[in-house]
């Protein structure tokens, strides 16, 4: 596959470069007047739009197994695909909560040739002591997710002891929580050396306590979905319930700016689709985001975010801090997961074209700041701006991090 004229961040510089793919990896990014003569039959030319490297989205729940109606590998992939998602790690509050290893055996084998793009799981860690199953698992796993303040089934973990066996046997702990939780989560971390990943971010004091850690040299990481970016409490209603819930504009703000300061290191959606009859029949927690977060980050393009930031905290930092190989960047040898934005498109996102199962998104009405034309994973077209084409999605593998 050749892409001819395509705008890029290429060793930190903007240009119009073409780039060829062979074997599913960059092989060669051309100046366009360098290129030689090649015997391509697949040559897409994408007319000096942006291409960037493909979004990684570590923090997703595809409902899949045990909540299937809701959300599914095939439908949740498709809604990755469509918004420019080529990798996405999967939470493990499935049905059954993914805490054994013959449990995410199964959801391995249950995924397989059912996905468009490629993906991973993390593993959970349970209140009744699971650290000899982690053990078993983790060089298998982007992380161990630990809930210190809510979670379904036996994911909700209080007892001092079990979460420092937990913690000692995690190669990287992803965890849920929020404000003085954190404190805990960073103390645990700071005990027994465990590189930590704090999910979701929500507050301005959060992002204090984020930042303290780092500057005290601790091997800290920090997330924030776009839905605390974009929404706060007094837009609040049935439908955008979440956990953590939303919260100030002063919040928002503070938010941003651990963003742009470096402090929050990555966008994770915390995809968590619900259907409408569950929203609207009682409090039910959990929005969907995962095909709308790289169309709404691209709204504060060159405003809030320069396009290097865009990268990194949306496919450079989520590989580097799980390990993920040979993803996240648009180099030669990396893999060839691409997207293709338009980035003059100004779209009002519509609950009508929404293509997770689910139907419907918080985000309705709002215009974004792109439209993903193509996505590309591992240099086989995916998705070309209205069709999806095939469901060659794998497992991805982690390297030591």
């Not at 002591?129 to 992380?143: C, F, H, L, T």
């Not at 210190?148 to 849920?176: A, C, Y």
């Not at 996505?375 to 982690?398: A, H, M, P």
Request: with cysteine; net charge neutral; aromatic share 6%.
């Amino acid at each position: 596959m050749l892409l001819k004229n395509c705008k890029v961040l290429y060793k930190n510089k903007e240009s119009i470069k073409d780039i060829l793919v062979a074997d599913g990896k960059i092989v060669k990014v051309y100046n366009c007047s360098e290129i030689e003569e090649l015997d391509i039959d697949d040559i897409i030319d994408v007319d000096n739009n942006w291409v960037l490297p493909g979004v990684i989205d570590v923090h997703t729940h595809m409902r899949d197994p045990g909540l299937c109606y809701k959300e599914d590998f095939e439908t949740g992939s498709k809604a990755c695909a469509k918004g420019g998602v080529t990798t996405f790690i999967d939470m493990p509050n499935t049905v059954p909560n993914t805490t054994t290893k013959k449990i995410l055996d199964d959801k391995e084998m249950n995924s397989k040739n059912r996905s468009y793009v490629d993906y991973g799981f993390h593993f959970g860690g349970s209140k009744l002591d699971n650290s000899g199953e982690i053990r078993k698992v983790k060089n298998r796993v982007a992380s161990t997710k630990i809930f210190l303040n809510m979670s379904t089934g036996d994911m909700l973990v209080e007892e001092d002891k079990v979460l420092e066996n937990l913690f000692k046997e995690s190669k990287i702990v992803s965890v849920h929580a929020e404000e003085e939780m954190v404190d805990r989560a960073i103390d645990l971390a700071r005990r027994f050396k465990t590189p930590l990943y704090l999910c979701h971010l929500s507050k301005k004091s959060e992002v204090e306590k984020l930042r303290a850690a780092k500057k005290e040299g601790l091997k800290i990481y920090g997330e924030v979905a776009p839905h605390h970016l974009f929404l706060n409490s007094s837009m609040a209603n049935s439908l955008l319930m979440m956990k953590p819930e939303l919260k100030e504009k002063s919040d928002n703000e503070a938010l941003w700016l651990g963003l742009q300061d470096g402090t929050i290191d990555t966008i994770g959606t915390d995809h968590a689709p619900h259907t409408l009859e569950e929203k609207n029949l009682k409090v039910t927690y959990g929005i969907p985001g995962v095909e709308n977060s790289l169309e709404l980050m691209l709204k504060e393009l060159y405003k809030k975010l320069d396009m290097k930031t865009l990268q990194n905290i949306m496919s450079k930092n989520p590989a580097k801090i799980f390990g993920i190989e040979n993803k996240g960047k648009l180099e030669i040898g990396y893999d060839a997961d691409l997207v293709v934005v338009d980035t003059t498109a100004k779209e009002t996102i519509k609950n009508k074209d929404i293509v997770s199962k689910c139907s419907w998104t918080p985000y309705d009405g709002i215009v974004g700041g792109g439209k993903v034309l193509s996505t590309i994973v591992r240099g086989k077209l995916v998705y070309d701006g209205k069709n999806f084409i095939e469901k060659i999605g794998e497992g991805v593998s982690y390297k030591n991090v």
